[in-house]
């Protein structure tokens, strides 16, 4: 059957030929410009060479270089304007997976241990923030999912509720609501999570990383990889380095075999997501973030402005290559944005990717000797890449780090494994 056609009436729809208002590019890139850095031209040498800035590869660079260690960054376009420029930076220890099927997939332990992860990251940047003093609009604000819009059925309360217990049995601050504030619907409350202005945080942080044998460079794609004397071409030179951290959030093949790299391509699905900012008048919602319970969800945040607030819807996620209709996708969006909050003045719209994995976890460790991947994050990639970074800085130092087993890049069905995270 042929897609239902969708038109955007043109008095009234925001995406008409003659809105010049309209921006489609994210509201982040268009108000935040990031200085430039210069393209590498010569051979250098470093412990750590980290390939891509997006709050991964920015992240890690900057712990690593805090902890010691000379670091490269090396970036094919611009620093944190891919997907972490189109991203919508709800920060949240939440999963696109819900913590029932994380139990079902690994077993208590482990699903507390990938909430755990959030939590980790999430304070991690908070850490960062005010030891840096970085002024990127970093707020805690509750996240509530709730039920859809139109469609709350008892069943639905119910899955809720019994989310929420769960959480709440496992430690986190959830709480099942009847009546969530604004939409008056079931949804369960997540206290304690956070939001911020993802290129005011990462330009404030990649600041830090040149100097002292340590470097960023912009349009210096790393093109071909040398195990043998542990080396990467970028715009014919070479970067040595002990230790190699691929951020390309798409992973490349890097120091692994094909036969490796094969096999995690065809573990990873590529999903196109799309969002919208719009003005709304102040107060008109509660600062927070909120989901639905549509497959795929819609994500909404509310950021308080001088003079108005402003909200960033998220959804309409599919396959990516496998719908061309952008332009509908960013109507229904739309739509549901007027049915929600009326008053709303979209003047931004874009998308970008989200890459998933089967079982709903990130893939994060050592794929080769001297390589350290980092991919499959899902709806969360601005923690679990924070998440990474960590973990990167601990893998290059040698030390234990308690979601090694978890995230690894070859884990198997590790339920019921003989592993005690609370232990670790
Ligand atoms: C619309 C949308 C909404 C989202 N909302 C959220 C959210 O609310 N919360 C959340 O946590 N996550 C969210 N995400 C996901 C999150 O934004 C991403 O998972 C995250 O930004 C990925 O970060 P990254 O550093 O791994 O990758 P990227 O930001 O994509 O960075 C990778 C970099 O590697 C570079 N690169 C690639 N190949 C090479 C090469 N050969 N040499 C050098 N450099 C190379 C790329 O140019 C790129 O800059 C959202 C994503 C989208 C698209």
Redesign the pocket.
């Known amino acids: 059957m042929p897609p239902k056609k969708i038109s955007c009436a043109r008095l009234i729809c925001p995406f008409g030929a003659n809105n010049q208002a309209m921006r489609n590019v994210p509201v982040w890139i268009d108000d935040t410009p990031i200085r430039k850095f210069p393209k590498l031209q010569r051979n250098i040498n470093v412990d750590v060479l980290i ?7 920015i992240t890690a660079a900057y712990l690593l270089k805090k902890a010691g260690s000379t670091v490269a960054l ?4 611009r620093v944190a ?4 420029g ?6 949240t220890y939440v999963t696109d997976v819900g913590l029932q099927q994380l139990v079902r997939n690994f077993g208590k332990d482990h699903a507390q241990a990938a909430w755990d992860a959030g939590v980790a990251a999430i304070n991690e940047i908070e850490r960062i923030v005010e030891e840096e003093g970085i002024e990127c609009e970093f707020a805690r604000v509750p996240a509530y999912v709730h039920a859809r819009v139109g469609g709350s059925s008892k069943k639905e309360a119910s899955a809720l509720k019994k989310e929420a217990d769960l959480a709440a049995k496992f430690g986190f601050d959830a709480a099942y609501l009847n009546s969530a504030p604004y939409f008056n619907l079931p949804a369960v409350r997540f206290a304690n999570q956070a939001k911020f202005h993802p290129r005011k945080y990462l330009r404030s942080l990649v600041v830090k990383i040149p100097g002292g044998g340590s470097h960023v460079f912009e349009k ?4 071909e990889f040398d195990p043998k004397k542990s080396r990467v071409k970028v715009n014919r030179t070479w970067i040595s380095f002990d230790h190699m951290l691929i ?3 798409n992973p ?1 093949v890097g120091l692994a075999s094909i036969a490796g790299a094969t096999l995690l391509q065809t573990k990873l699905s590529l999903y196109t ?3 919208l900012g719009a003005r709304v008048p102040p107060g008109t919602i509660p600062e927070a973030l909120f989901w639905d319970t549509r497959e795929p969800y819609d ?1 909404l945040r509310i950021d308080k402005h001088r003079g108005f607030d402003y909200v960033v819807l ?1 959804g309409e996620d599919h396959k990516t290559g496998q719908k061309k209709r952008t332009q509908q996708a960013y109507v229904r969006l739309w739509r549901r944005l007027e049915k929600i909050i009326p008053e709303a003045q979209v003047d931004h719209r874009w ?4 890459i998933s994995t089967p079982d709903g976890l990130p893939y994060i460790g050592e794929n080769a000797e001297r390589q350290f991947l ?1 991919t499959g ?1 899902c ?5 679990f ?1 924070t998440v990474a970074a960590m973990m990167a800085s601990d893998w290059t130092a040698g030390r234990k780090n308690p979601w090694t087993k978890l995230f690894a890049v070859d884990r198997k069905k590790i339920k019921g494994a003989a592993w005690n995270y609370l232990r670790e």
């Not at 998308?351 to 989200?354: A, D, E, N, R, V």
């Open positions: 390939v891509g800035a997006g709050v991964t590869g090396t970036e094919r376009e304007s891919m997907d972490t189109h991203t919508t930076a709800h920060l210096s794609a790393a093109s951020a390309t959030n490349l997501s799309y969002a994500y998220g998308s970008g990717q989200i980092a994050y709806g969360n990639g601005i923690t890449g």
